[in-house]
């Protein structure tokens, strides 16, 4: 009994320390998929959580001083003096409500007081806005109208899916059927060029991009999507190779020499046997090489370049940071569409992943 205690309890802590962890990780997501949804003014004016209830002021009333107040001397305001300061902050009455400028010129001053309240105004204009060119007019939060325009996102999400699903789909292929060939063949070399593969790994991409960008030049490739497909594969192949070599490796050898001795190929082997039976490993490493993909910005900047009309979501969003850095409210729907598409694919191949990461892992 003593040992299931045990058991049970170590397994209560871990499970309650990674809850914590998630619940904090979650806080700011949440934060800032709300903040997407919410009108300009109002994030401009209060923070993202007080869409859920909470204790705020309320304005119940709003007085009137006389025209002839002087501000520079000490408010009196139902028999007790108040400095401008004082009104200019919040000043707290003796019945618990605040007083506070309403229009200083105007000598205006609302009464408030604390109850609960919830800020419940959402809006799709912000991804409206975010994805399309078009002009549109902000109300700031003392009445004033300001006048934009849209970020046009739409076409750099294009891009990003034009530029992301080859250089994912073409480096999987190329490396399963490599992982094959070292796994199961028999060739001059074998060793060696998997061990060259290996270190290949531990090489940063950063110390080839000029070589590379020198060769596309001579080429003709440079700011095509066909040299930023040849540059992603290149890169990704190494880790690729090495993750399905795992899973292929340790696929039982009855079912390779059961096929052979029917009369099959090693290519129908390949297809028939192969492909499905590493369906989790794909999906995994599906996973990781789209999501490099879709938030990579240097690989893209280098070998596909910044005009507009090729500009990759990662470039365009940082654009935003830098021209529109007060723009809360383009800035967070712009990161929400930016975060769609891996959160699709995430959730479409999740029951695969486990399995495709242990894939390997446990002989027997």
């Not at 205690?5 to 209560?12: D, G, H, N």
């Amino acid at each position: 009994m003593g040992y299931k205690r045990k058991k049970i309890a170590s397994k209560t802590v871990i499970n309650l320390v990674l809850g914590f962890i998630c619940f904090i990780w979650l806080i700011p997501t949440v934060g800032l998929l709300v903040s997407s949804f919410r009108p300009a003014a109002d994030i401009l004016q209060t923070g993202w959580w007080t869409v859920f209830p909470h204790k705020a002021y309320r304005t119940v009333e709003t007085m009137q001083l006389p025209k002839e107040t002087d501000l520079r001397e000490p408010i009196e305001i139902n028999g007790v003096a108040y400095t401008d300061d004082q009104l200019r902050s919040g000043a707290a009455t003796e019945d618990g409500r605040r007083l506070i400028w309403e229009n200083r010129r105007a000598r205006t001053v609302q009464v408030q007081e604390r109850d609960w309240t919830f800020n419940a105004s959402f809006t799709l204009d912000n991804y409206d806005n975010v994805l399309t060119g078009k002009t549109y007019n902000i109300t700031m939060p003392d009445g004033s109208v300001k006048t934009e325009k849209g970020s046009g996102l739409s076409q750099a999400f294009r891009n990003t899916l034009i530029v992301a699903v080859p250089s994912t789909v073409i480096p999987i292929l190329i490396a399963t059927f490599a992982a094959y060939a070292f796994a199961w063949l028999k060739f001059p070399l074998r060793r060696s060029m998997f061990v060259a593969v290996i270190m290949l790994l531990v090489v940063p991409l950063q110390v080839a991009l000029i070589p590379i960008l020198q060769d596309y030049g001579k080429l003709g490739l440079n700011g095509t999507y066909l040299g930023i497909w040849i540059a992603h594969t290149g890169f990704g192949l190494p880790l690729t190779i090495y993750f399905m070599y795992t899973f292929i490796s340790q696929l039982p050898k009855d079912l390779f020499e059961s096929a052979f001795m029917d009369g099959a190929s090693h290519f129908t082997v390949f297809t028939r046997l192969i492909l499905p039976l590493s369906v989790p490993a794909i999906a995994s490493i599906g996973i990781f090489q789209f999501l490099w993909v879709w938030n990579d910005y240097l690989v893209s900047l280098v070998f596909i370049g910044s005009q507009p009309d090729v500009q990759v979501l990662s470039m365009r969003i940082a654009g935003l940071v830098g021209s529109r850095g007060d723009d809360w409210h383009l800035l967070t729907a712009a990161a929400f569409v930016s975060m769609l598409m891996p959160l699709t694919v995430f959730f479409a191949l999740q029951r695969y992943f486990v399995r495709g990461l242990l894939g390997g892992s446990v002989k027997g």
